[in-house]
């Protein structure tokens, strides 16, 4: 008996997973901080002992007051490979005790502790030679597109050809994460296809009105569970939870749908 | 190695004399929960207590049969934050212990969900512990403890099991389950006892 | 508070074992269902961090760092894992 033990790590006793980078702790400096949404805030850090990164992956921002009060939280990483530029998109929560500082008080030149790279479970890899390569069906809820944009451009920089899918739930245009970024990858070989369901406001002439991701719409615009995709699903805790029942009611398998939950309502 | 981050004075509330060392006054009732909320109908519900002596069993209505009292204390969670004269409706310790005896002076309180505390009997005892159904004027919150949580306010609010589901003394202070990862096994704010 | 998943442990899991355990295979003692530990259910709050078997919802970690920067790591519900640094 195991728990849903992703296909990928099947037979792990015999190929045992090898962390490829060290996490350890590093002192970034911001090189640039930029809105991206209206709560959102993209930041670019200099990582000059970063030992670069897999799509997915995250980090721990620990940040220390002047009486010693120390508080870390978790980001997952919007960059991937091996340059010491790691990039990160922080959406504010209104009752943050990091998030707020991080998206309103953080300047270019100001200096942060982190540690990672972290998590070497929710990630994708290029697949290898000898693999058979597996379309990859992501799902994003909000701010939880971040690893899964990571995974998009690291899937494009690697011009790996499995099909890869993103089916993105947000509130309002207004609310997209890299939405430059992902309107290039729509458009570049291999393709990335986009789906986006807009939850509180569509744009102009949008065909459908704005309501929230339901299994129907799931089941039309995702990889059928028969092409056996890998998915990743990221967003709050509850829209991943519900994504993910309805994922396994459409037949996908447990050990092919991995799960990163934010936390959150 | 860690430096103070440019900027970051972390979050502080407001402080106060009337509150124990190390804590701050808040008006709001965070939740802490170390698993899933469990949900138990008052229908199924019943509270044992088990002595080397034997055990007895009140039902929801029997229970509440004992009386209720209102009560108004002060919380102080070891998490820093307390609630000064928060309103309270439960049975007094007391009032369930008449029927029971017991050689033994610890308590291991026991839970729906399978929460541990431990607490010296005498911590409970002489109008210092109830099992609680109504907080702030309402019942319970499953998130809270609903439907009903043992109230033990004198010491840190982890002591106040939720989802109280009965008291099973012991010869020994033996460590509940935060007490056993690293939390103190008595618990007083005024002695800021709070880890080992 | 809702709960995360148990990826979201690999920073602690590096400070307490030096390593990213959240591929490694865990047994669980409540259970005896086995798997990487990053599918396991955590409840994180101030209080402490608490990772859950996803199949009978039996602790397995908890992590617990006090303001003055102790911290206590326990693993009682985990009979054995594999390691995979």
Redesign the interface.
């Known amino acids: 008996m195991s728990f849903r033990t992703p296909a990928a790590l099947a037979g792990a006793s015999s190929q045992p997973t090898v962390a490829r980078r060290r996490a350890t702790w590093h002192v970034a400096t911001v090189a640039d901080s930029r809105p991206e949404t209206s709560t959102a805030r993209r930041i670019e850090l200099d990582v000059p002992t970063w030992p670069g990164n897999d799509a997915g992956s995250h980090l721990d921002v620990r940040l220390t007051a002047p009486d010693g009060y120390q508080a870390t939280r978790s980001y997952s990483i919007a960059s991937a490979g091996d340059g010491t530029r790691v990039v990160l998109a922080v959406d504010e929560l209104p009752d943050g005790e990091v998030s707020p500082f991080l998206v309103h008080d953080l300047r270019p030149g100001d200096q942060l502790e982190l540690h990672g790279p972290l998590g070497a479970f929710f990630v994708w890899t290029p697949p290898s030679a000898d693999e058979t390569p597996r379309p990859v069906q992501l799902i994003a809820g909000g701010s939880g597109v971040v690893p899964l944009y990571a995974m998009a451009a690291a899937h494009s920089a690697a011009a790996d050809a499995t099909q890869f899918r993103l089916l993105y739930s947000v509130r309002t245009p207004e609310d997209v994460f890299f939405r430059r970024e992902l309107a290039a990858l729509a458009s570049a070989e291999p393709a990335l296809q986009v789906d986006f369901v807009y939850t509180r406001r569509t744009p102009a002439d949008w065909p459908t009105a704005a309501g929230r991701l339901t299994r129907n719409v799931l089941d039309t615009a995702a990889v059928p569970a028969a092409s056996r995709p890998s998915v990743y699903v990221c967003g709050p805790t509850p829209f991943v939870e519900a994504v993910a029942g309805w994922l396994i009611d459409a037949g996908h398998r447990a050990g092919d749908v991995r799960t990163e939950r934010f936390g959150g309502s | ?11 502080r509330g407001e402080r106060d004399p009337r509150l124990p060392p190390g804590q701050t006054l808040v008006t709001d009732w965070p ?6 909320t469990p949900e138990v109908d008052t229908a199924d519900w019943e509270f044992v207590i088990r002595t080397e002596n034997g055990s007895h069993q009140w039902t929801w209505d029997e229970l509440r049969e004992l009386g209720l009292e209102d009560i108004a204390t002060d919380i102080h969670c ?3 934050w307390t609630k000064l004269e928060m309103p309270w409706r439960g049975v007094s310790l007391d009032r369930i212990w008449e029927s029971v005896e017991t050689e033994h002076e610890f308590v291991m309180a026991h839970t729906y969900g ?1 929460y541990t505390t431990n607490v010296p009997l005498e911590d409970l005892l002489d109008g210092k512990s109830w099992i609680a159904f109504e907080a702030d004027g309402e019942p319970l919150d499953p998130e809270h403890g609903g439907p009903a949580r043992l109230l033990v306010p004198h010491l840190y609010f ?1 002591k106040s099991a939720k989802w109280i589901r009965g008291l099973v003394t012991m010869p020994t202070d033996d460590p509940g ?2 007490e ?4 103190h096994l008595h618990g007083d704010p005024w002695q800021e006892e ?3 | 508070m809702s709960r995360l998943d148990g990826n979201m442990l690999a920073g602690r899991l590096v400070e307490v074992l030096g390593w990213d355990a959240t591929t490694a295979d865990a047994r669980c003692a409540q259970c005896g269902t086995h798997g990487p530990i990053a599918l396991a259910l955590v409840y994180a709050t101030s209080m402490g961090t608490v990772a859950r078997c996803p199949h009978c919802d039996g602790v397995l970690a908890i992590f617990v760092e006090a303001d003055d920067g102790r911290v206590w790591f326990g693993m009682p519900g985990i009979t054995a894992l594999e390691v995979t640094r």
């Open positions: 190695m860690s430096f103070i981050t440019r900027g970051f004075s972390g979050r939740v802490l929960s170390a698993g899933p070891v998490t820093h399978g982890w389950f935060w056993q990862n690293g939390y709070r880890y080992w």
